[in-house]
């Protein structure tokens, strides 16, 4: 069974400051990997994936997120917060067999102050 | 226009009611799924249709009851209705399987309250 940790429920920063949201995932096959977004009041949106290609995956609004099989980790960065950044991350996994399998983690919310 | 639109967007009822939640997508996706939102926010796949076929069901009780009139819908109907079932419900739908461009894309959710 794949499972995926997000480790703290909360994270703050400050307005300018490095965001890391930190994602371990369990697969007994190569994984998927993904990082989705939900804002107030919305749906969950895909900020980025990981399907077996470079290891370094870029996405949406400036974040990016590094696949690193020897620590099972899956860290989703962003260099510099915005205030529009505040909002759920979830990480998710899946064995690539589409998204009927996909687990997510319980969502790290991000904090970010002026 | 939305992509995957779902209704009503909050269901305030009472214990023992049948409510249902719509959504529709209009993306020509192949499948839909419902998630659900504890108030945890952990979030859990509950159904998936492909093709109006049922080809995922997680462990979710017989008063849940996914209906796919046709591949842009899937209805959400649920029986006798206990404050447990009290979260917000997703509807979703994914590009084709297997696509290196697969996305999953979600509605904006039904925040369901049981009394």
């Known amino acids: 069974a794949q499972s995926v940790t997000q480790l703290g429920s909360h994270v703050s920063v400050s307005e300018g400051a490095l965001v890391l949201l930190r994602c371990n995932y369990s697969?007994?096959?190569?994984?998927?990997l993904f990082w989705y977004v939900q804002y107030p009041n919305q749906g969950l949106q895909l900020l980025l994936k990981y399907t077996s290609a470079a290891t370094l995956v870029k996405g949406i609004n400036g974040f990016e997120a590094e696949f690193k099989k020897s620590e099972t980790s899956f860290h989703l960065t962003k260099p510099s917060a915005h205030m529009s950044d505040a909002a759920e991350y979830f990480c998710a996994v899946s064995d690539g067999a589409g998204f009927q399998k996909l687990v997510f983690g319980t969502g790290t919310r991000l904090l970010v102050s002026p | 226009d939305t992509a995957v639109s779902q209704t009503p967007k909050y269901l305030v009822t009472q214990m023992g009611n049948d409510k249902s939640i719509k959504c529709e997508q209009n993306?020509?996706?192949?499948?839909m799924y419902w998630y659900k939102q504890d108030s945890k926010k952990f979030l859990k796949i509950m159904f998936s249709y492909n093709n109006k076929e049922l080809i995922i069901n997680e462990t979710v009780p017989n008063r849940f009851s996914p209906k796919s009139p046709d591949k842009a819908h899937l209805n959400l109907h649920i029986n006798s209705l206990e404050l447990g079932d009290s979260a917000v419900y997703f509807c979703a739908s994914s590009s084709p399987h297997s696509s290196t461009n697969e996305k999953l894309f979600f509605g904006s959710g039904t925040q369901l309250s049981v009394l």
């Open positions: 993306l020509g996706h192949d499948t």
């Open positions: 697969s007994s096959v190569p994984p998927y």
